[in-house]
Each structure stands twice: as C-alpha cells, then as structure tokens.
C-alpha cells in the first residue's frame, strides 16, 4: 500500500481557533485563527472524516512552531548537552527497538506528555528509570521540539 502520513506536521505562527470536543482539538467552523505561540496544535485534518465518520484513513495535521523541527533534530541526533542520543535506544530511525517504543510518526502532544510525565515522576513503568537521565535537564521548550521532529518522521 502506498503510504500516507498520518500526522503532519507544519511549522506556523498562526493556527486554527479550537474548540477542545471528544477528546480533541477541533477548529472552529467560523475558520478564526489566533497565534500558535509555543504550543503544539493537533487537529483533524478533516473534522467530519475524523469525528463523525470515525474514518480511519483520515489523520491529523500538527500545528508546530518555526524553527521547532531543526531544533529537535539537533537535541535528538546529538544531545546538544542537554540530553541523549535517542536512537542509542530507539533504535537507528526511531522506529524502535526490542521493548522500547518506536518514536518516528507519532503524535507529538502525546510524545510530550510522556516526557513531561517521566521528568515529573509520574510515569511509572519496569523500564522508565531509562527515561529518567534523558529528559531530567530538558525545558518545556525543548520536548517540543523534540516532539515536532520525531513526528515529521517516517514510521
Ligand atoms: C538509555 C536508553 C534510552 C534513551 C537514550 C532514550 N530513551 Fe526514550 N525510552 C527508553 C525506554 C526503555 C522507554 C520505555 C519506558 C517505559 O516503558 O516507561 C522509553 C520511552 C520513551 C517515550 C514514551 C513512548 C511511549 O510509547 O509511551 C518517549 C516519548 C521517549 N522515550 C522519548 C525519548 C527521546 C525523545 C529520547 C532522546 C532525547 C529518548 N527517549 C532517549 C529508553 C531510552
């Protein structure tokens, strides 16, 4: 089969207004949009294919800020000082390595909330001390830019 992303990402200063509804973020019918700031912006790419339709071919585009990929890549492909090499465990193309997860393609809100949560502690798991060291000195800033390149990639 011929392969579509499912998340695209787009770097933007200004994005679609949304409103939060069934677990996701939709932009508002009226078409207003406001700064996309230092956020992440997740949104259908279709909002009738994905929230009526439930049609699983129709994915999301990701709203991401400029510059945020190239700086990921930095963080991710060197560690920049600040944290460690990902593919070490994630395997060559982040596209993962006996039982730690694949990265390449996917959902960079969830990517971010799962590094927020294993700085803070939150996140528990048998394998989750690994994570520890990688994002301990990482800022807010930071995992969403790495989150907006890992997106962009191929899974
Ligand atoms: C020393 C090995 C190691 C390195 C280096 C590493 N990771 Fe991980 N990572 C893991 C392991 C192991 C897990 C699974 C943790 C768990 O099960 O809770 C994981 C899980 C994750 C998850 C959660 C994925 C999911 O499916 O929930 C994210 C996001 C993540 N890592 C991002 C990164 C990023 C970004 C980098 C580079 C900046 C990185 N990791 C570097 C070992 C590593």
Redesign the pocket.
Known sequence: MKWTPWIKVEEATTVPKTRIAVGMFLPLESGEKEPLGRRIIEVPENVEATETLRDPHSGFIAYVPVGSVKKGEK??TS?AGK????????GAD?KGMG?????AG?SPS???R??FD?QKGV??????D??K???AK?SEDE?LE??AY?ASLKP
């Open positions: 963080l991710v560690g944290t460690t090499q990902c593919a070490l465990c994630h982040l039982p730690v997860p694949g990265l996917r969830y990517v971010v799962q590094m294993m996140r528990k798991g048998m394998w989750t690994l994570m060291p990688v994002v990482l995992m790495i989150a890992t």
